[in-house]
């Protein structure tokens, strides 16, 4: 098996002032009113390479000190790490007491986000010629090495968790399909010694789950329902219940998707990435919370096996639902992820992660994902925690009026509703079945689980959203 987390691009650790070595050293300043020529200019991120005492100084921008944010630090670092990839520079030291003045709670773990997160790229199937650049080594100058370490430590395991979910994001369909996928959650339970539990379709079959094996029954690798759980360190606690779709390939089934829209679609599988990199950042982190992770796998392909359109499936809940497109799967799959993680726990609350439709990309670009949800608190809780993270969302409704447009003309529902309303036609079918007693939110992350461009801390493709919000949520919790 190829390794399961990607190598390290960039390293980082803290030592005191009279232990720096004679390497490159970053400072960091907000921008001048009207800097002098040569210097950065007044954008986060600019970048100037000087001489000073016959030190070689790389002053980096904060921007104007007014808009100093905890978003700002991050782009910084994301840029800081591009430079130092891009000039292959093998060591650095980073004076961290340039942002001492800076009076913005979390400024430090916000500024090494930005560092790990920065330096990450998709390279495992390059050439020699083209092999991942020399490691970057950061010495972090800071007048109390104790009490930074920590910080360093924590940004260290989150961004290894998204990199990880970026990573297998990545990863092609003749790589990672549900079987493989499934393999490698068993892999990475047993490091972080999480509770893996792994059922094949005979058995999804057997408990009644047909939408997830009608959507995987045309493929050569059919599906499979992955199970995580952390038992957090309070295990009194009732569990937060993520469930993600993992599509790792969607062709479209027999509704096939057209030249433009097929090519990306291996990042079909990001949300369910995204809730296992959140359980073993829990488990890394020894989050409180108890947690448990249910990722529906299938692979939705053509061939004389596959589910058509007219068909008529019966869920793991019991209701029926007739297919009026092979293309809207992912919303099948999670009817019955979500039924058994309801029968199976006592879900604190319920979030699901999906990579839903490209409604949402029409309604909110590539800016937030769409959140829809039963519950008011549990709808603050995650925008706020959207926003302190950066991975924001954004409220659509889901009242009662949108059910018509999902109920079916031969069964309970239909799986789709048509153009108008897409996002919530997908939101409103995923309601119909989840309690009303039970908190809970879906996450349309289609427009955010990838990026068709470079971002100031993201390379071209997967993103890992979500893996720090839901932590941010989670510890939010007490």
Not at 313 to 330: F, M, W, Y
Request: hydrophobic share 40%; proline share 5%.
């Amino acid at each position: 098996m190829t390794e399961l987390f990607p190598a390290p691009l960039l390293t980082l650790d803290v030592i005191s002032k009279k232990d720096a070595g004679a390497h490159l050293l970053i400072s960091l300043a907000p921008a001048a009113e009207k800097p002098a020529p040569g210097l950065p200019g007044p954008e986060a991120g600019d970048t100037f390479l000087s001489q000073k005492d016959g030190q070689a100084v790389l002053m980096v921008s904060l921007g104007k000190a007014a808009k100093i944010s905890l978003e700002t630090l991050r782009r910084t670092g994301g840029a800081i790490a591009r430079w130092l990839a891009k000039n292959k520079v093998a060591e650095a030291n980073l004076a961290l007491a340039d942002l001492n003045e800076i009076k913005l709670e979390g400024a430090p773990s916000a500024l090494f986000e930005g560092l790990l997160l920065g330096a990450y790229q998709f390279t495992h199937y390059k050439s020699a010629e083209d092999a991942r650049p020399t490691v970057s080594a950061v010495h972090i100058i800071a007048g109390t090495p104790g009490k930074i370490k920590p910080l360093v430590e924590r940004a260290a395991t989150l961004c290894k968790m998204v990199n990880m979910a970026r990573e297998w994001g990545h990863e092609p369909a003749n790589v990672i399909n549900p079987v493989t996928l499934a393999e490698r959650a068993q892999a990475v339970a047993a490091e972080y010694h999480l509770k893996c539990t792994v059922l094949d379709d005979k058995q999804l079959e057997a408990m009644g789950a047909g939408a997830i094996v009608a959507v995987g029954q045309g493929s050569k690798t059919p599906s499979r329902l992955i199970i995580l759980e952390y038992p957090g360190t309070d295990s009194s606690l009732k569990p937060v219940v993520l469930v993600g779709k993992a599509l790792t390939f969607d062709s479209g089934g027999y509704s096939l998707k057209g030249v433009e829209n097929i090519v990306t679609m291996k990042y079909d599988k990001c949300g369910g990435m995204a809730v296992i990199g959140t359980l073993l950042a829990a488990a890394a982190l020894k989050i409180k919370t108890p947690l448990v992770g249910v990722i529906g796998a299938s692979e939705n392909m053509v061939s004389d096996q596959a589910y058509r359109p007219d068909d008529i499936i019966t869920t793991l809940s019991g209701k029926t639902v007739e297919i009026i497109t092979t293309d809207a799967e992912g919303r099948l799959v999670l009817a019955d992820a979500l039924t058994y993680a309801q029968r199976n726990f006592q879900p604190r609350a319920l979030i699901d992660l999906a990579t839903l439709t490209g409604g949402v990309v029409t309604a909110l670009g590539r800016v937030r994902g769409g959140l829809m949800s039963n519950n008011p608190e549990l709808v603050q809780q995650l925008m706020a925690s959207g926003e302190a993270t950066f991975e924001r969302l954004w409220q659509l409704p889901l009242d009662d009026d949108y059910l018509k447009s999902t109920k079916g003309e031969e069964a309970d529902l239909k799986n789709s509703g048509g153009r108008e309303g897409h996002p919530i036609m997908g939101g409103i079918f995923l309601k119909q079945f989840v309690s009303d007693e039970i908190p809970w939110a879906h996450l349309d992350i289609a427009g955010t689980a990838d990026s068709n461009k470079e971002m100031p801390y993201c390379p071209k493709g997967a993103t890992g959203f979500g893996i720090r919000l839901l932590i941010h949520y989670i510890e939010s919790l007490g």
